[in-house]
């Protein structure tokens, strides 16, 4: 994308973000009861080197020098997740008072930072109680979910404005349950569909409860990790598998969320694996909320394969084109593309990018990260944006994913997504390129030249 000025409107929203598991550690700390990453990150095979979420970044004793470090980056919002353990160490019965004061502790430093706080109640850490009972699959979790959220707006609703309930519940649902990618594990349709179903309800519970503490002007979302698909090649079983795969990703949880309803073509092929709605239950997910979180990293290119999981649909990597460390596809113009789709297909109020970055193989040389692939990434991205605001899209912030290296999931620490690059091994950060360019963002509003 060629170089040019994008100055962003006055008031746009610059951050970073993170999650829980992935960069605090002290998993055991301080009453935190155990989570299904704690538990399937410790079972042998599950996650890459046998990398745990133990010590991670060490953020929990570290968040001081971590806020000193985003002012350096400018940052005017932060986006961290909750740990749902912390709070409520075996997911239900009384909170645990050390949970909630290291949160407090945490957002009143970021506010003396001039540092909004967004706040994610469930970035993937069901406490392991609730899953041995069954967890998103059961009905129960969905109101052990909105007690966690009741509870998190009482304590901090009166310093945090911006809510986000859930993020990526595709990956909650499908990695954790169909392909057993992610915690708990499990591999079946049925029992994915049931969860996404769930989730989806518990956001609209956890929504409720917010807005009951919530002050005039506190705002409450979700964010969904969403991508443009595109057909592979020209034929109607490639063409129908991309809107097969659309309604999968994107249409399952768009639908609900704006028109109350599942799409009905999905319905269709799911079957006797479509989950069980109570009466009710769609028109709360389908309540009004305040922005749309975003997260995008790549297109989908799909072709029609009848061999390919329940779906019959394979994705396919495009030749010729540049490719991140995660093997996910360079592809600004994807952002612009689902960017102003959202804004014709559902019109949400507001718009967010919650993240969006990528994985390079960074390394410290002379005490510096020369990550001139992040930087570009970054860069392009940035301008979709640009293009998109300029056509009158309602995107109101971009949070770049993410502000340290972390525990990538299933990847371990292998993977590097961060502004900051971490030393595991001594826990010493070091701003990357990429993180001193993003400081001339956040200061000069936009990208120049
Ligand atoms: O690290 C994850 C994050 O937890 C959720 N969104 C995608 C990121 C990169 O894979």
């Known amino acids: 994308m060629p170089s040019a000025d994008a100055i962003f409107p006055a008031g746009f929203v610059w951050g970073a973000a993170t999650a829980a598991y992935q960069i605090e550690g002290a998993h055991d700390e301080d ?20 990398d745990t979420g133990d010590v991670a970044c060490d953020h929990y004793h570290r968040y001081p020098e971590d806020i000193a470090l985003m002012r350096e980056l400018g940052l005017g919002a932060y986006r961290f997740s ?3 353990p912390r709070i409520f160490p075996t997911g239900m019965g009384r909170p645990n008072p050390a949970g909630i004061d290291f949160y407090r502790r945490l957002v009143d430093a970021l506010r003396a930072a001039g540092i909004e706080p967004y706040v ?36 901090l609703g009166a310093v945090v404005h911006n809510w986000i309930t859930h993020n990526e519940p595709w990956v909650a649902a499908f990695l954790g349950h169909l392909t057993g990618d992610h915690a708990p594990g499990a591999r079946d349709l049925r029992t994915a569909l049931q969860v996404s179903h769930h989730l989806l309800l518990s956001h609209a519970e956890a929504t409720e409860a917010i807005r009951a503490e919530a002050a005039v002007g506190d705002r409450v979302g979700i964010t969904l990790n969403l991508s443009p698909v595109e057909p ?28 109350g309803s599942y799409p009905d073509d999905m319905l269709r092929w799911y079957g006797d694996a479509a ?31 009848a061999a390919s999981g329940p779906l019959q649909v394979a994705q396919v990597q495009p030749a010729g084109r540049p490719y991140t460390d995660m093997g996910w596809e360079v592809y600004p113009g994807g952002l612009y593309a689902l960017l102003t789709r959202l804004h014709r297909d559902y019109a949400p109020a507001a718009l967010s990018i919650t993240e969006n970055g990528a994985a390079f193989a960074d390394q410290v040389v002379d005490g510096a990260v020369v990550d001139a692939e992040r930087q570009s990434y970054l860069h392009d991205h940035l301008l979709a944006c640009y293009r998109a605001v300029e056509e009158g899209v309602p995107l109101q912030g971009y949070f770049a994913w993410s502000l340290l290296d972390n525990f990538e999931w299933a990847y371990g620490y292998a993977k590097r997504f961060g502004l900051i690059h971490v030393d595991y091994a001594t826990q010493r950060r070091t701003v990357k390129q990429s993180g001193r360019w993003y400081a001339e963002v956040t200061r000069e509003n936009g990208v120049r030249g």
């Open 31 to 50: 009453g935190r009861g155990p989570s299904i990453w704690d538990t399937f990150s410790h079972t042998p095979g599950k996650v890459a080197n046998g």
């Open 82 to 84: 909750i740990a749902w």
């Open 120 to 155: 994610t109640l469930y970035h993937w850490d069901l406490p392991q109680a609730l899953q041995d009972q069954g967890g998103w699959a059961n009905r129960d979790t969905v109101h052990r979910f909105g007690e966690y959220a009741h509870t998190v707006a009482v304590a």
């Open 232 to 259: 592979a090649g020209d034929t109607n079983a490639d063409a129908e598998a991309a809107h097969r795969h659309d309604g999968y990703l994107n249409r399952w949880f768009l639908d609900p969320l704006f028109r």
């Open 275 to 305: 989950p069980t709605v109570q009466g009710g239950d769609l028109a709360r997910i389908n309540s009004p909320i305040d922005f749309l979180g975003v997260n995008y990293y790549f297109r989908s290119v799909v072709r029609h394969d």
